[in-house]
């Protein structure tokens, strides 16, 4: 709810009008149909997520029904701000990368 | 007259190497000594034989002494380094069968065939050792490593990882075989950064040694900053005593500083949870809590946090009035509060559940709607599925449906894994309530494997594996089995 | 110029439509009998002639064996219907391919405009394979492109689109067709159009009521025709078309006489129909069937925290609605007015123009004029319902124009110029005409200001009622091996739609070994339970196509994706061995056999009566309503199964569907009575347990009892039944631990083993075990008993777990 908050796909704030949230929406869909390099991600508060037209789409459908949208903004509204920031350090990232196959043991 | 000494050398040159695996101590320097002078004097011996023999213009006769009499000293040293990185996996094979002349020389062959093909990866090779290791019935230890080492050479190392250890819960020893999966583990750990692995592994002296293996085990030590660590100039000398120098140059300096910092600092935990700051109101408090649990290293007490903060921000009266208010302004259906809370504490219980489950964290000690329900997931997720898997691998069996020996070992590890996985994190109550479906599956199994499928190694470890359980539970009843199973004898391809 | 053509087809299961909308005006094709609905009916003769609609409607009763209709109920089943005089099959798809082309060819003769692309409506719970089959006809027929819509969005969409007052509320569409029931709940806001809900009977339709009358006019014959009699179809048929016409007399007059020119031939006897029938009757028998719809309304509404008479409007479409007594029922129970004015035949075909028209898919061919001037590619609303929407474009090529204006074609508006970036793009909003077409022509400038001529030169909005991409009708899931389901994809979700999950397997797959096979069950449904759901398509992984053997607990990740047309594609990602599995067998609507469904619903009757009695004993009021409603529910299951013995297919479907139903309902209800006995139970355990284990117990054992009572005790408060099952195995346990020691409880397995010797697997080995048993039990041998009891027990067969519940799932 986080990761995928419609308020975040969108980049909108949790206010936004409804007739907002359509035009935005309309102009995201046009925009990654173009290719436009500037909508490819958005932010969100765990960093980057690319943007796909579904997720678009879907985020629009979440936020026309009441309900859906008192659950994306109660998230959107209380969570810290978006970031831009990757992910902090993964702890799966090897320490000492190709080791194994200089010690003969390949690939 | 050569024949006498070269045998009495050759026993001896091999009674230095075993001598050599049982130890870590300062006698590995001295039997590594012993084992390379013998080696040089049956070198020098064989070569003066041979070049007699040629002058003696019985060439053929000195090509076979080379054969006979060089290939067991000089075999290991040139699968290493070079019929292995040239990816000869053929040769490896076959050399390594010639030079192995032991009860059972083709399971050395096998590995070194796998390595060659782990080093170089093609295709065929793949299917030439897979065939050549089907062959091989029943299953042991050389089988399983060699399967690990084709996982390793398609990339897949967590797969190699567990197939190398499994070897080690099988009776069948090949002392050859066995130092090169802890070789390979080895390198493996010290490629993750995993020092504490290699130094357990150490002090169970789980694997013969390899001087490399020996030299990872020093820098593991020195870096853990364990009391037995080697002193400075012993671990210089067992990576002299190393191949690969030029590669490991680094790990040894990196081991041996020369300022007093600590080496033992690389391995600390980063486990600081960003403490959301207190004057927030609990629903953004708990939000923050969440993010920090789902962005930073996951453990019990961030869990136990995140919980704890949730069940306060649901039963705060702010929430509700917030969300009552939305609801109204939204013009969201009747009933729209009570259902949001409900959904909201289901997907949060949902996502701790999987990070928790993926961290194998046991639920936090938190009473309140979302800890019961955390709780009581973690628990029913867990013995569900262990109990679906256990079950799977039963029914398959009694539908007639049989896999290569291999694949039932795999599938047994991969249930065992599943088992500890689950009872490191579910705890004591947890393990006792697992074990009575994993007993009675896997005495089943056991007694089949054994009875019909002939694969006694494979079948011990089950046993020895559930008597350990049984043993942990207190399951008197399988206590009692656990030991009659064990205490049959098992065949190996060794005895012969 | 040159105007869209939005092209919407209604294919309904006894009559279809067709309607085109050019972005000012709807208009409803007709054909060439100049009627605006054409009968799905396809008649095929001996030289392969195929005649579609009235004309093939007339054979219906001369030459039924030959003539097909309501074949869109059979609609993905796979069923091939068969017209002996051709000797030919055909599948329902390619008969509705049929009825698309001739649509098709009426839209060429009306505007002399071949059509590509376009909208078909498919009833609001069509199932997935439903879908595909309905995609897969209008391929058939030459279509190019089509998009599918709900049939109640459709009817809300014109609906919408007329109603001068945009007041905004909630609407309910009831359409009840000539085989389904949809009742959808939508609601206006702001120019947006959203289905709040929608429910439905997949097998509820004007056919139903045509046949409950003709069945009561079979009971009034001499002799009496029976539906489950495949020799009595032809004097059934012949009643049936009666029946139809005396229904449509009494929508005027209280009275019609049911009068056929020949005799019936029933059993080869001629019997005589002269009969009458009432307003009144009709009503008394078509009463309930109506209020099944508005069971089915009420539910939904009540489910969505409405009560009747909140409707702002109420819209009735489909052919049986025109029947007064439906309008007025329906009328007072929903305490709403019934808007006026919409014609309930081909507003479905309107709504799905309307819609092609939201999706931009303009049903003429695509053009290939050569572009003349910079050729930009546009993105921007065919219909909007914001009066200012954005336009985003790109021009091709390199060096694009500086500047870009709209300018709308009556003068009275143009844009500010907005500037294009170094790469082409360009981003502008447009003011629009409020309910209405606007035309906008494009002015792109160089950087010196000159104008530089651009393809397309223009593009027109129309400001209007819209609707958000089609939801998905039943939530799409996959089956997991513990029987519940994943969800993938929620019911509501906009299509086309993707989602990915995580999954981990339960068995291993062998490399190389044939007969290993993951299964990654599709299904759709509403239940959390898997066997309640339908099965739409499985994912394979077998060994014999795996790089290597993937163990239990390996991670799969699976990606279920679905298009606007119904078409599933899943596919499935192993990271270990680094390999996509993509190929999906879809499966078909399950065919239903009349000896199955006789099975299944013998034993629904036994269930029901189980807990029936349990509902008495323990005074369940509330259960023992919802059983009442379960039995009528297999009563007329009971008849459709009959009717399904006498060979019609499309009975038996609507049985198979039926029974599903009631197996859902009968689930919950057994889940309420299953905790008092599991309770029960675990005490009978517990002091079983308490005893043996304080008699013959080690301390160990007695100290871990402890544990496990408390913790029963635990679960019995918080009734958690997996938790209390658990502990009480592992009571059970300890108890059959301590009880092993003592000398009688070998001889207790050693007698119960032998009284089931008759059962063993080798008959010979166990009675040499029993003779063996003997002596050692006269021995007082214990240790030699137990073995031989060991033995007994190895010979008996063990009795595998069904694996029904998850389709066989392999994953978790």
């Keep these: 709810m986080l990761e995928d908050n419609p308020f975040f796909v969108l980049g909108l704030p949790a ?82 990368p190709g080791l194994r196959r200089s010690l003969g043991w390949g690939p | 007259m050569y024949a006498l000494p070269v045998i009495l050398l050759t026993r001896l040159h091999q009674y230095a190497i075993d001598a050599r695996r049982k130890n870590r ?64 996996y053929r040769l490896a094979y076959y050399l390594g069968w010639a030079c192995r002349p032991g009860k059972d020389p083709t399971a050395y062959g096998l590995v070194a065939a796998a390595w060659a093909q782990a080093v170089k990866p093609i295709g065929a090779g793949e299917a030439w050792v897979a065939l050549r290791r089907d062959k091989r019935i029943p299953l042991g230890d050389a089988e399983v490593i060699a399967t690990a080492l084709l996982a390793a050479s398609r990339g897949d190392a967590a797969t ?82 190393a191949p690969h120098r030029r590669h490991t140059n680094e790990l040894r300096d990196a081991a041996t500083p020369t300022s007093s910092e600590t080496p033992a600092a690389h391995e600390a935990q980063t486990n600081s949870v960003d403490a959301p700051p207190p004057d927030r109101a609990p629903l953004p408090r708990a939000i923050a809590a969440h993010l920090a649990f789902s962005t930073s290293a996951p453990s019990l007490i961030s869990l136990g946090t995140t919980v704890r903060a949730w069940d306060a921000a649901l039963s705060d009266g702010a929430t509700h009035g917030w969300l009552g208010r939305r609801a109204l302004e939204l013009d969201a259906p009747l009933g729209a509060v009570d259902r949001a809370l409900r959904e909201i504490a289901t997907v949060v219980t949902d996502q701790l559940a999987r990070i928790a489950d993926g961290a194998q964290l046991g639920a936090p000690m938190s009473h ?30 009694h539908d007639g449906e049989h896999h290569a020996a291999i694949d039932e070992w795999r599938e047994f590890i991969a249930l065992q894994t599943a088992y500890t996985a689950a009872i490191t994190a579910g705890g004591a109550e947890l393990r006792r309530l697992a074990f009575p479906h994993a007993y009675s599956t896997g005495t089943h199994m056991a007694a089949w494997l054994w009875n019909t499928r002939s694969e006694y190694a494979l079948s011990h470890a089950i046993s020895k594996w559930l008597l350990d359980e049984a043993l942990a539970v207190g399951d008197t009843e399988a206590i009692e089995l656990g030991h009659r199973n064990c205490d049959l004898y098992v065949p190996t391809r060794n005895d012969k | 110029m040159d105007t869209p053509l939005y092209v919407g087809i209604d294919l309904g299961t006894t009559n279809s439509a067709a309607a085109v909308f050019d972005g000012e005006r709807v208009s409803v094709i007709r054909n060439a009998q100049g009627a605006t609905v054409t009968p799905s009916v396809v008649r095929i003769d001996k030289q392969g002639r195929i005649t579609v609609g009235t004309r093939a409607r007339r054979f219906l009763e001369q ?57 078909i409506s498919v009833p609001a719970l069509f199932e997935l394979p439903q879908s595909a089959a309905t995609s897969e006809a209008a391929r058939l027929a030459g279509f190019s492109r089509v998009e599918l819509l709900q049939e109640p969005i459709a009817s809300a969409l014109a609906a919408g689109w007329r109603a001068d007052d945009d007041g905004g509320g909630t609407w309910l569409v009831f359409d009840l067709g000539g085989g389904t029931f949809d009742a959808s709940l939508l609601e206006t806001r702001d120019g947006l159009l959203r289905v709040v809900g929608h429910d439905g009977d997949n097998f509820l339709g004007g056919r139903d009521f045509d046949w409950t009358i003709t069945e009561h006019l079979a009971s009034q014959l001499s002799v009496v025709p029976r539906r489950n009699n495949p020799e009595h179809a032809a004097a059934l048929r012949a009643l049936r078309l009666a029946a139809e016409d005396a229904k449509i007399e009494l929508s005027r007059g209280d009275r019609a006489q049911v009068t056929l020119a020949q005799p019936l031939s029933i059993d080869g006897q001629d019997v005589d129909v002269d009969l009458e029938l009432t307003r009144a009757t009709v009503e008394r028998l078509c009463t309930p069937l109506v209020d099944r719809a508005l069971d089915v309304c009420l539910r939904l509404l009540s489910g969505n925290g409405l009560g009747p008479g909140r409707l702002a409007k109420l819209v009735l479409v489909g052919g049986p609605t025109v029947m007064p007594m439906v309008r007025q029922r329906v009328a007072a129970r929903l305490e709403s007015t019934i808007a006026e004015g ?151 979700a906009p299509l086309p739609a993707r989602r990915t999950f995580t999954h981990h397997t339960i068995e291993t797959v062998a490399k190389g070994s044939s007969d290993s096979v993951l299964r990654i069950p599709i299904v759709q449904g509403e239940l959390s339970q898997a066997e309640l759901c339908r099965l739409v398509g499985t994912l394979d992984i077998g060994g014999d196509v795996v790089k290597d053997t993937v163990p239990t607990g390996s991670a799969v990740e699976v990606t279920i994706e679905l298009d606007r047309g119904g078409r599933l594609s899943a596919r499935a990602l192993i990271p270990a061995i680094g390999q996509v599995f993509e190929h999906v067998a879809h499966l078909l609507v399950p065919d239903a056999s009349p000896e199955v469904l006789d099975a299944a619903i013998r034993d629904l009757r036994r269930q029901l009566m189980d ?178 009891v060991n033995a007994l027990w190895q010979l008996l067969p063990e009795d595998s777990e069904a694996r029904k519940k998850g389709f066989d799932s392999g994953v978790r």
């Design chain 3, 611 to 788: 807990l029936r009695s349990d509902a008495f004993r323990h005074q369940l009021g509330h259960v023992i309503e919802k059983l009442d409603r379960i039995e009528a529910r297999l009563s007329e299951a009971e008849r459709d199964i009959d009717a399904a013995h006498g060979g019609d297919a499309d009975a038996a479907q609507r049985a198979r569907r039926a029974l599903l139903d009631v197996d859902a309902t009968m689930a919950e209800a057994d889940l309420s009575r299953k905790w008092p006995e599991l309770d029960q139970n675990a005490r009978h355990v517990a002091i079983s347990a308490s005893s043996t284990v304080g008699e013959h117990g080690t301390d160990a054992e007695r100290a871990l009892l402890q544990e496990v009572l408390s913790a029963m005790e635990k679960a019995r408060r918080e009734k958690d039944a997996a938790e209390l099952e658990r502990q009480m195995r592992l009571a059970s346990r300890l108890s059959r631990a301590a009880f092993h020691r003592t000398s009688e409880a070998w001889e207790y397995y050693f007698e119960d083993a032998a009284s089931e010797i008759s059962k063993m697997k080798d008959l010979p080995k166990a009675q040499q075990l029993v003779t063996e048993g003997k002596a050692a039990r006269a021995a007082g041998n214990t240790p030699e008993l137990r073995r031989v």
């Design chain 3, 342 to 492: 919409h014609d309930p035949m081909t507003l479905v075909a309107q709504g799905a123009a309307l819609y092609a028209a939201t999706a931009s898919l303009d049903g003429r061919a695509a053009s290939v004029a050569v572009p003349a001037g910079r050729q930009v590619w546009l993105q921007y609303p065919a219909v909007s319902a914001d009066l200012t929407p954005h336009v985003v474009g790109k021009f091709v090529g390199d060096d694009p124009p500086a500047k870009i204006k709209l300018v709308r074609n009556d003068g009275a508006w143009s844009s500010t110029e907005a500037t294009v970036g170094p790469d082409g793009t360009f981003l502008t909003t447009v003011t629009l005409l409020p309910r209405r077409a606007s035309t906008f022509e494009i002015e792109a400038r160089a950087k010196g200001g000159e104008l530089v001529a651009v393809t397309p030169s223009q593009l027109t909005i129309v400001q209007g009622l819209t609707i958000g991409d089609p939801p998905l009708s039943r939530t799409l899931g996959v089956a997991l091996a513990n029987g519940h389901v994943q969800v993938y994809l929620e019911r509501g």
């Design chain 2, 25 to 88: 101590t300062w006698h590995y320097f001295a039997w590594s000594g012993v084992a390379a002078l013998i080696a040089t004097v049956m070198f020098l011996l064989a070569t003066t034989l041979v070049a007699l023999l040629f002058y003696a213009k019985l060439w053929w006769l000195a090509i076979a002494m080379i054969g006979l009499l060089l290939l067991p000293i000089v075999g290991p040293t040139l699968v290493r380094h070079v019929l292995v990185p040239l990816g000869a």
């Design chain 2, 160 to 241: 190699a990882r567990l197939l190398m250890r499994s070897a080690h819960m099988l009776v069948e020893i090949h002392p050859m075989v066995r130092e090169l999966a802890g070789e390979w583990l080895a390198c493996d750990a010290a490629e993750r950064g995993a020092w504490s692995e290699i130094a357990e592994d150490a002090e169970a002296a789980r694997w013969p040694a390899t001087p490399l293996t020996y030299f990872l085990e020093g820098v593991a030590a020195r870096r853990l900053g364990s009391a037995s660590a080697p002193s400075r100039r012993e671990l210089w000398a067992r990576w002299l005593l």
């Design chain 1, 15 to 96: 206010d936004t009008s409804r007739i907002e949230i359509e035009r935005e929406a309309q102009k995201l869909l046009g925009m990654l149909e173009l290719g436009f390099a500037d909508t490819k991600t958005y932010q969100t508060p765990l960093g980057a997520r690319p943007r796909t037209p579904e997720l678009v789409r879907a985020a629009v459908a979440a936020l026309r029904d009441p309900y859906r949208r008192l659950i994306a903004e109660l998230w959107a509204r209380h969570a810290p701000a978006p970031t831009t920031a990757e992910r902090a350090t993964d702890p799966a990232e090897p320490s000492h």
């Design chain 3, 63 to 119: 030459d039924s064996a030959n003539t097909a209709a309501e074949f869109k109920r059979l609609m993905g089943t796979g069923k091939a219907i068969e017209f002996p005089a051709n000797s030919s099959a055909k599948k329902p798809e390619e008969l509705s391919a049929e009825v698309l082309k001739a649509l098709r060819q009426d839209i060429t003769d009306q505007l002399g405009v071949q059509i590509e692309r376009a909208v």
């Design chain 2, 368 to 397: 309140g709607p979302i800890g019961d329900g955390l709780a009581r997931r973690l628990r029913h997720g867990r013995l569900d599925n262990l109990e679906a898997g256990f079950t799977r691998w039963r029914d398959r069996q």
